[in-house]
C-alpha cells in the first residue's frame, strides 16, 4: 500500500471508528467522503463519479464553508448522549462517556484537516485515466478542498469547548435554526423563519421593554446551577388591537438574543392538545424556548381551556424551567363572551363565578401587555420610519413630498384597515411599487 493509500485508509478507520458520534457515518456528506476513501474499484470512470458524488454533496451542504467548518458543522447537529448532556451541563460526571467523546472528537479533527490532493494522487496511481481532463478537475478540486480548509483549531474538538457551545446552543436542529413549529406533535424547524429584529420596529417602546426585561431576566436564570430549577420571569400575554405588532414583537426578541440560547417554537391553536408532549421534549434540553402562541382565543366549554390553564399555573404538571409562554391575543380575557353568558341575562344561577372562570385564564399570564392603535402622529412616525428604512422615503425628503406622504398614509388607512404600524407597512410596500394610489 502506498503512503497515500495508508493515509486515506487511517481516515477511513478513525470515521469507521466512531462511538458517541456514530450517528455522523449516516450523514450522506460523510457517507459519500468514505466512499471516496475506500473505493478499490479498477476503472477510472468508478473514480470520477464517486468523486462528483462527494463534490455535489459538498457543495450543497458548505456554501462559502471550508471541509473542516462542514464538519464541524455536522458534529454539532448530532444529537447523541454526549451532546445531550452537554446541553444540560451534565457531561463532566460521566468520565466513561467524555473519554469516548474525546476519542470521538479526536478522530474528528483529523478528518476535517484531511489532505484532499493526497486523495487526488491516489486515484492518479489506481487508475489509467482515458479522459485526462477528469483527473484534471480532481487535483484542481483536491486542491481547492485542501488550501480552504486550512488548519482546523484545536480547542473547537476538545470535549470542553464543544460542549460549552452546545451548552448555549443546544444539539441538532436547536443548533442551526431559532425558530419552530409544532405538527403532529414534534418540533419541525422554521425554514423561512420570519427575520425581523427590534431594529426594525417602529414605536411601543415602553411595551417592548416589558417583554425585553423579562425575556433577558429569563436568560439569565440559566446561568447558574442553584437557581436551575426557578424561570425568574413570567409568561406573558400580549393583548390589543390587530397589527400593533405584538407578534412582530416575540419573534423580534426571539431573533435579538438567539445567540445567546434562545429559541422560538410556536404552538398553533389546532395543535394545544399537544401542549403537554411538547413540555416535556423542551424540558430535557438545554437551551431556553420561549412557546408562542398567537392569536389566542376560546369559545365557551373549549377543552383546551382547562388544560392551558392548569398548565400556566394550579395543575400537578407544571412548565419547565426552560420555558416560558409568550401569547398573543385580540382579546383581554381570551374567551368569547357571548351577551347571554353575562351574569345579567344568563340563566346559569352561578353566572358570576362562570363570569370567573372565564377570565381567570388570562389573570394566569403573570404579565400583561397591552398594544393599542396609535395615534394618527404615531401612525405617521412608523410610517416614515418603515418608509426611509425600506429606502421608499429618502432621508432628506423635502416639505412637499413628506406632506404628499403623510397625505397618501391617512389616506391609506381610511380606505383599508385602519390605523396600526401593519397597515403603515402595507402603505409603504405598495408605494415601493409606485405611488398610483387606488383612489387615483
Request: net charge negative; proline share 4%; with cysteine.
Amino acid at each position: 500500500m502506498t503512503d497515500n493509500g495508508a493515509y486515506c485508509r487511517s481516515t477511513c478507520e478513525d470515521l469507521a471508528g466512531l462511538a458517541v458520534f456514530s450517528g455522523l457515518r449516516k450523514n450522506p456528506l460523510l457517507a459519500a467522503f468514505v466512499a471516496l476513501l475506500e473505493f478499490e474499484g479498477s476503472d477510472a470512470t468508478g473514480g470520477a463519479a464517486a468523486w462528483a458524488r462527494f463534490t455535489e454533496l459538498f457543495a450543497r451542504y458548505a456554501g462559502r464553508s471550508p471541509f473542516c467548518r462542514v464538519l464541524y458543522r455536522l458534529a454539532l447537529a448530532d444529537v447523541n448522549s454526549f451532546t445531550l448532556a452537554a446541553e444540560r451541563d451534565a457531561w463532566e460526571g460521566d468520565r466513561f462517556l467524555t473519554m469516548l467523546a474525546a476519542n470521538d472528537l479526536a478522530a474528528l479533527s483529523r478528518a476535517a484537516v484531511f489532505d484532499f490532493m493526497r486523495l487526488a494522487r491516489l486515484y492518479a496511481e489506481l487508475f489509467v485515466w482515458t479522459d485526462g481532463g477528469a483527473l484534471s478537475r480532481i487535483e484542481s478540486e483536491a486542491r481547492f478542498l485542501t488550501e480552504g480548509g486550512g488548519q482546523a483549531e484545536a480547542d473547537p474538538w476538545t470535549p470542553a469547548a464543544f460542549a460549552a457551545f452546545v451548552r448555549v446552543n443546544g444539539a441538532g436542529d436547536l443548533a442551526g435554526h431559532k425558530m419552530f413549529c409544532v405538527a403532529d406533535g414534534k418540533l419541525r424547524p422554521a425554514v423561512n423563519g420570519d427575520p425581523v429584529r427590534l431594529s426594525d420596529l417602529s414605536g411601543y417602546t415602553e411595551e417592548r421593554q416589558v417583554v425585553i426585561s423579562n425575556t433577558l431576566r429569563f436568560l439569565s436564570a440559566g446561568g447558574g446551577k442553584a437557581r436551575a430549577n426557578l424561570t425568574a420571569a413570567n409568561n406573558i400575554l400580549l393583548y390589543g388591537d390587530r397589527g400593533c405588532g405584538k407578534s412582530a414583537t416575540v419573534k423580534a426578541v426571539c431573533n435579538e438574543y438567539a445567540d445567546r440560547g434562545l429559541r422560538l417554537v410556536e404552538l398553533r391553536k389546532a395543535e394545544l392538545a399537544s401542549l403537554p408532549a411538547v413540555m416535556g421534549m423542551l424540558a430535557g434540553r438545554g437551551p431556553r424556548f420561549i412557546l408562542f402562541i398567537d392569536d389566542l382565543s376560546f369559545d365557551s366549554g373549549d377543552s383546551d381551556f382547562m388544560m392551558l390553564k392548569a398548565m400556566l399555573e394550579g395543575g400537578i404538571e407544571t412548565r419547565p424551567p426552560n420555558v416560558v409562554i409568550y401569547a398573543t391575543s385580540n382579546r383581554r380575557h381570551l374567551v368569547k363572551e357571548p351577551r347571554s353568558g353575562r351574569p345579567e341575562s344568563s340563566s346559569d344561577v352561578r353566572a358570576f363565578d362562570t363570569m370567573q372562570e372565564q377570565i381567570s385564564l388570562a389573570d394566569r399570564f403573570g404579565l400583561t401587555v397591552i398594544f393599542s392603535s396609535p395615534s394618527q402622529d404615531e401612525y405617521l412616525r412608523i410610517a416614515e420610519f418603515v418608509a426611509r428604512r425600506h429606502g421608499v422615503l429618502p432621508e432628506d425628503a423635502g416639505a412637499p413630498r413628506l406632506e404628499l406622504f403623510r397625505e397618501n398614509a391617512l389616506r391609506w388607512e381610511r380606505w383599508f384597515n385602519g390605523r396600526s404600524p401593519r397597515t403603515a407597512a402595507q402603505f409603504v410596500e405598495w408605494l415601493a411599487g409606485g405611488d398610483d394610489f387606488p383612489w387615483e
